[in-house]
Protein backbone atom coordinates (compact mmCIF):
# COMPACT_ATOMS: atom_id res chain seq x y z
CA UNK A 1 0.00 0.00 0.00
CA UNK A 2 1.30 3.14 -0.64
CA UNK A 3 1.91 5.97 1.89
CA UNK A 4 -0.55 9.10 2.30
CA UNK A 5 0.13 11.52 0.22
CA UNK A 6 2.31 9.80 -2.77
CA UNK A 7 1.66 10.74 -6.08
CA UNK A 8 1.24 7.87 -7.99
CA UNK A 9 2.12 7.93 -11.99
CA UNK A 10 -0.28 5.47 -13.48
CA UNK A 11 0.24 4.71 -17.03
CA UNK A 12 -2.70 6.60 -18.10
CA UNK A 13 -1.01 9.49 -17.35
CA UNK A 14 1.75 8.96 -19.19
CA UNK A 15 -0.64 8.48 -22.33
CA UNK A 16 -2.51 11.50 -21.24
CA UNK A 17 0.31 13.72 -21.04
CA UNK A 18 1.99 12.38 -24.35
CA UNK A 19 -1.30 13.22 -25.88
CA UNK A 20 -1.29 16.31 -24.62
CA UNK A 21 2.06 17.12 -25.78
CA UNK A 22 1.69 15.47 -28.78
CA UNK A 23 -1.93 17.91 -29.73
CA UNK A 24 -0.27 21.19 -28.23
CA UNK A 25 2.84 20.34 -31.03
CA UNK A 26 0.06 19.75 -33.60
CA UNK A 27 -1.57 22.93 -33.32
CA UNK A 28 1.48 25.02 -33.12
CA UNK A 29 2.34 23.14 -36.12
CA UNK A 30 -0.91 24.01 -38.15
CA UNK A 31 -1.12 27.56 -36.43
CA UNK A 32 2.52 28.46 -37.99
CA UNK A 33 1.11 26.76 -41.44
CA UNK A 34 -1.82 28.44 -41.15
CA UNK A 35 -0.29 32.07 -40.84
CA UNK A 36 3.14 31.67 -42.56
CA UNK A 37 1.58 33.02 -45.84
CA UNK A 38 -0.45 35.84 -44.02
CA UNK A 39 2.52 37.09 -42.15
CA UNK A 40 4.94 36.64 -45.14
CA UNK A 41 2.56 38.72 -47.09
CA UNK A 42 2.15 41.52 -44.47
CA UNK A 43 5.59 42.28 -43.81
CA UNK A 44 6.42 42.02 -47.98
CA UNK A 45 3.82 44.74 -48.22
CA UNK A 46 5.34 46.53 -45.23
CA UNK A 47 8.86 46.38 -46.69
CA UNK A 48 9.27 44.78 -50.29
CA UNK A 49 12.98 45.38 -50.46
CA UNK A 50 13.80 43.80 -46.67
CA UNK A 51 11.70 41.01 -47.38
CA UNK A 52 13.42 40.10 -50.90
CA UNK A 53 16.63 41.04 -49.60
CA UNK A 54 17.33 36.76 -48.08
CA UNK A 55 17.15 35.49 -51.68
CA UNK A 56 19.03 38.41 -53.23
CA UNK A 57 21.90 38.04 -50.89
CA UNK A 58 21.83 34.31 -51.43
CA UNK A 59 22.18 34.99 -55.24
CA UNK A 60 24.78 37.69 -54.79
CA UNK A 61 26.75 35.21 -51.91
CA UNK A 62 26.04 32.12 -54.40
CA UNK A 63 27.83 34.11 -57.34
CA UNK A 64 30.42 36.18 -55.25
CA UNK A 65 29.43 39.18 -56.74
CA UNK A 66 28.99 42.89 -55.78
CA UNK A 67 25.73 44.00 -54.14
CA UNK A 68 24.30 47.82 -53.91
CA UNK A 69 21.04 47.97 -52.26
CA UNK A 70 18.74 51.26 -52.20
CA UNK A 71 20.62 53.05 -55.01
CA UNK A 72 19.15 56.89 -55.18
CA UNK A 73 19.86 59.83 -57.56
CA UNK A 74 18.59 63.09 -57.99
CA UNK A 75 15.25 64.79 -57.30
CA UNK A 76 11.88 65.09 -59.17
CA UNK A 77 11.32 63.66 -62.60
CA UNK A 78 14.94 62.51 -63.08
CA UNK A 79 15.35 60.84 -59.68
CA UNK A 80 17.07 57.68 -59.87
CA UNK A 81 15.94 55.22 -57.21
CA UNK A 82 17.22 51.07 -57.77
CA UNK A 83 16.13 48.21 -54.88
CA UNK A 84 19.21 46.04 -55.38
CA UNK A 85 22.80 46.71 -58.23
CA UNK A 86 24.19 42.98 -58.36
CA UNK A 87 27.67 43.38 -60.16
CA UNK A 88 28.19 39.94 -61.89
CA UNK A 89 31.08 38.61 -63.64
CA UNK A 90 29.53 40.00 -67.03
CA UNK A 91 26.48 42.14 -66.51
CA UNK A 92 25.12 44.50 -64.09
CA UNK A 93 21.80 43.58 -62.70
CA UNK A 94 19.57 46.31 -62.58
CA UNK A 95 16.48 45.22 -59.79
CA UNK A 96 12.99 46.48 -59.12
CA UNK A 97 10.96 45.08 -56.11
CA UNK A 98 7.25 44.60 -56.72
CA UNK A 99 4.66 42.90 -55.04
CA UNK A 100 1.10 42.62 -55.93
CA UNK A 101 -1.29 40.47 -54.00
CA UNK A 102 -3.00 38.39 -56.75
CA UNK A 103 -2.47 38.88 -60.30
CA UNK A 104 -1.01 41.17 -63.05
CA UNK A 105 -1.82 40.90 -66.93
CA UNK A 106 -0.09 42.93 -69.59
CA UNK A 107 1.98 42.71 -72.55
CA UNK A 108 5.65 44.12 -72.75
CA UNK A 109 5.65 46.83 -74.30
CA UNK A 110 1.76 48.09 -72.78
CA UNK A 111 2.01 51.50 -71.47
CA UNK A 112 0.06 50.26 -68.60
CA UNK A 113 -0.89 46.92 -67.07
CA UNK A 114 -3.35 45.45 -65.07
CA UNK A 115 -4.01 44.68 -61.90
CA UNK A 116 -6.74 41.87 -59.94
CA UNK A 117 -6.56 41.72 -56.05
CA UNK A 118 -7.19 39.66 -53.92
CA UNK A 119 -10.64 40.69 -53.09
CA UNK A 120 -11.67 40.85 -56.59
CA UNK A 121 -10.60 44.75 -57.38
CA UNK A 122 -9.16 45.29 -60.90
CA UNK A 123 -7.27 48.27 -61.51
CA UNK A 124 -4.45 49.72 -64.14
CA UNK A 125 -0.99 50.07 -63.17
CA UNK A 126 2.10 51.66 -64.71
CA UNK A 127 3.95 48.73 -66.77
CA UNK A 128 6.65 47.54 -64.51
CA UNK A 129 8.74 46.25 -67.01
CA UNK A 130 9.06 50.29 -68.62
CA UNK A 131 9.85 51.43 -64.98
CA UNK A 132 12.63 49.08 -64.93
CA UNK A 133 13.99 49.91 -68.61
CA UNK A 134 13.61 53.80 -67.13
CA UNK A 135 15.43 53.60 -64.42
CA UNK A 136 18.18 51.28 -66.11
CA UNK A 137 18.81 54.18 -68.47
CA UNK A 138 18.75 56.48 -66.26
CA UNK A 139 21.20 54.58 -64.07
CA UNK A 140 23.61 54.36 -67.18
CA UNK A 141 23.13 57.97 -67.59
CA UNK A 142 23.81 59.62 -64.34
CA UNK A 143 26.94 56.42 -64.02
CA UNK A 144 28.37 56.25 -67.67
CA UNK A 145 28.11 53.05 -67.60
CA UNK A 146 26.49 51.70 -71.04
CA UNK A 147 23.23 50.28 -70.93
CA UNK A 148 24.42 47.24 -72.92
CA UNK A 149 26.00 45.86 -69.81
CA UNK A 150 23.22 46.17 -67.92
CA UNK A 151 19.99 43.60 -67.24
CA UNK A 152 16.79 44.79 -66.00
CA UNK A 153 14.56 42.51 -63.57
CA UNK A 154 11.41 43.28 -62.06
CA UNK A 155 11.48 41.23 -59.28
CA UNK A 156 7.44 40.01 -58.22
CA UNK A 157 6.66 37.47 -55.27
CA UNK A 158 6.27 33.61 -56.13
CA UNK A 159 2.61 34.03 -55.34
CA UNK A 160 1.61 36.57 -58.08
CA UNK A 161 0.21 35.71 -61.10
CA UNK A 162 1.51 36.67 -64.36
CA UNK A 163 -0.88 36.26 -68.00
CA UNK A 164 -0.67 37.42 -71.43
CA UNK A 165 3.26 38.26 -70.71
CA UNK A 166 4.90 38.31 -74.38
CA UNK A 167 7.36 35.32 -73.96
CA UNK A 168 9.03 36.75 -77.54
CA UNK A 169 10.02 39.92 -75.56
CA UNK A 170 13.69 40.81 -76.69
CA UNK A 171 14.06 43.18 -73.98
CA UNK A 172 16.73 43.08 -71.68
CA UNK A 173 14.07 43.73 -68.85
CA UNK A 174 12.30 40.59 -67.40
CA UNK A 175 9.77 40.20 -64.80
CA UNK A 176 10.53 36.68 -62.57
CA UNK A 177 9.39 35.50 -59.16
CA UNK A 178 11.39 35.69 -56.31
CA UNK A 179 12.94 31.64 -56.63
CA UNK A 180 14.25 32.53 -60.22
CA UNK A 181 15.93 35.40 -59.82
CA UNK A 182 19.32 32.91 -59.03
CA UNK A 183 18.12 31.35 -62.46
CA UNK A 184 18.37 34.34 -64.41
CA UNK A 185 21.45 35.47 -63.04
CA UNK A 186 23.27 32.16 -63.79
CA UNK A 187 21.41 32.14 -67.22
CA UNK A 188 23.23 35.39 -68.66
CA UNK A 189 26.83 35.09 -66.88
CA UNK A 190 26.77 31.70 -68.47
CA UNK A 191 26.67 33.31 -71.92
CA UNK A 192 28.97 33.70 -74.12
CA UNK A 193 30.80 37.47 -73.84
CA UNK A 194 33.61 38.55 -72.68
CA UNK A 195 33.56 38.81 -68.55
CA UNK A 196 34.29 42.43 -67.29
CA UNK A 197 37.62 43.28 -66.13
CA UNK A 198 37.95 42.93 -62.42
CA UNK A 199 39.35 46.02 -61.40
CA UNK A 200 37.11 47.68 -64.29
CA UNK A 201 34.45 45.84 -63.04
CA UNK A 202 34.85 46.38 -59.14
CA UNK A 203 35.53 50.48 -60.12
CA UNK A 204 32.08 50.76 -61.40
CA UNK A 205 30.78 49.35 -58.47
CA UNK A 206 32.66 51.41 -56.25
CA UNK A 207 31.37 54.82 -58.16
CA UNK A 208 28.37 53.87 -57.92
CA UNK A 209 28.51 52.72 -54.14
CA UNK A 210 29.92 56.42 -53.68
CA UNK A 211 27.15 58.56 -56.08
CA UNK A 212 24.33 56.31 -53.96
CA UNK A 213 26.39 58.17 -50.30
CA UNK A 214 26.73 61.23 -51.76
CA UNK A 215 22.86 61.24 -52.25
CA UNK A 216 22.15 59.88 -49.37
CA UNK A 217 24.67 62.75 -47.49
CA UNK A 218 22.80 65.17 -49.53
CA UNK A 219 19.35 64.26 -48.01
CA UNK A 220 20.57 63.66 -44.92
CA UNK A 221 22.07 67.55 -44.57
Known sequence: MPEVGTFLI???????????AFALAAAALFLYLFLK???????AKRDIASAYFPKVYKTVLHGDYYL???FERGEGASKVHIDHIIGGDKYIYVITDCYFDGAISGMGEDASWVYYS???KKQPIPNPLAANRHMLNRLSM?????????????LVNDECFVSRLDASNKSDSHLVGLKDLETLVEDYESRNVTPFVKKELWQAI???????????DERTS
Open 37 to 43: GPIRRYR
Open 68 to 70: IND
Open 118 to 120: RKG
Open 10 to 20: TSYDVRLGVFI
Open 206 to 216: HDLHELRKASK
Open 142 to 154: VSGINSSFMVGVV
